[in-house]
């Protein structure tokens, strides 16, 4: 079965520093991918996905991704944290006849220190 | 901006209960989607509808089910809650294409007592 792998509960930068959100998926051809952000008390909203075009994707707030099919990696960064980033972060694989349904990670909690 | 809104921002409800989670969208979309989310275990598919009156079950609908009368409105049923269903709920909507993306409401967060 397909499925998303977020590597880190919890990861815990200083404001400033760069942000790496690690996300590995499998599946048998190249998918969708997708990154959401939840903030507190808030649904989700979504900072970027990758749609077979460009592996380099950029997306609101300063993040991008970059696509990597050798290593079925879709790792997000970001060059300098701030605090309003501090927030929970899922990344998303489609699945499914017509990749029609979504498979989430377990998803990664930034933490942002001044 | 496309809007999903959810009938209840908290709900506390009692074990046996029959309890209606309702979500609206304004954006004309085809596909709804039900996920609840639990700590260490993300957001988890409980039922996706792809047009009115259509229905499909995610990875986790027992307990549950669904009702699409409408376009707009997407329905999530718990027949006979239990303590197990307490949980956060979201639901979502999409054009039809996969590659579109998901628009989130805000989540009810029910607990069942």
């Known amino acids: 079965a397909q499925s998303v792998t977020q590597l880190g509960s919890h990861v815990s930068v200083s404001e400033g520093a760069l942000v790496l959100l690690r996300c590995n998926y499998s599946s048998s051809v190249p998918p969708y991918l997708f990154w959401y952000v939840q903030y507190p008390n808030q649904g989700l909203q979504l900072l970027l996905k990758?749609?077979?075009?460009?592996?380099l994707v950029k997306g609101i707030n300063g993040f991008e991704a970059e696509f990597k099919k050798s290593e079925t990696s879709f790792h997000l960064t970001k060059p300098s944290a701030h605090m309003r980033d501090a927030a929970e972060y899922f990344c998303a694989v489609s699945v499914g006849e017509g990749f029609q349904k979504l498979v989430f990670g377990t998803g990664t909690r930034l933490l942002v220190s001044p | 901006d496309v809007k999903v809104t959810q009938s209840s921002r908290y709900l506390v409800k009692r074990t046996g209960e029959k309890v209606f989670l309702e979500c609206v969208q304004d954006m004309d979309h085809e596909n709804m989607f039900w996920y609840r989310q639990d700590p260490g275990l993300g957001l988890r598919l409980i039922y996706f509808?792809?047009?009115?009156?259509?229905?499909e079950k995610g990875d986790i609908p027992e307990g549950y089910s669904v009702s699409r009368e409408k376009k707009e409105r997407f329905s999530l049923i718990l027949e006979s809650a239990s303590t197990n269903q307490t949980s956060m709920y979201l639901c979502?909507?999409?054009?039809?294409?996969?590659?579109?993306?998901?628009?989130f409401g805000p989540g009810t967060r029910l607990l069942v007592l």
């Open positions: 990758y749609t077979s075009a460009a592996t």
């Open positions: 509808s792809y047009d009115v009156k259509m229905k």
């Open positions: 979502a909507s999409r054009p039809s294409r996969a590659q579109e993306t998901q628009y």
